[in-house]
């Protein structure tokens, strides 16, 4: 069976790069739980849209550029991704504390 234009391939998020979080949390081992758990949820999701997103994480930021902004470890960290809901990949754009991403523009990241 051919795909329809603009169907999903996949019907999971695929997220790029773990390496970028493990690489965040052997610097910061008290961010792994954590990180590995948002990573275990955005794997099996399905988000199509930026509404998707909300119903799990409502503490979420949606941004501009198709980014979205999470929480992590009760507000200690943030963690950036660009998402491109067509073909379900979540690109890691940035993990860093506030003070860091108070330094960045998300929409450019």
């Known amino acids: 069976m051919v ?16 390496k970028t979080l493990r690489l965040f949390w052997e610097q910061h081992p008290d961010a792994q739980q954590a990180l590995q758990a948002w990573y275990r949820d955005a794997k099996r999701a399905t988000w199509s849209t930026p509404a998707d997103i909300k119903n799990v994480y409502r503490n979420a930021s949606l941004m501009g550029n198709n980014r979205a902004v999470f929480n992590i470890r009760g507000k200690q960290y943030r963690l950036v991704v660009a998402i491109n809901y067509t073909s379900g990949i979540l690109y890691v754009r940035f993990i860093g504390t506030h003070r860091d991403y108070d330094k960045i523009d998300v929409a450019m990241i």
């Open 3 to 18: 795909p329809k234009a603009g169907a999903l391939y996949n019907v999971h998020m695929r997220i790029i790069a773990l």
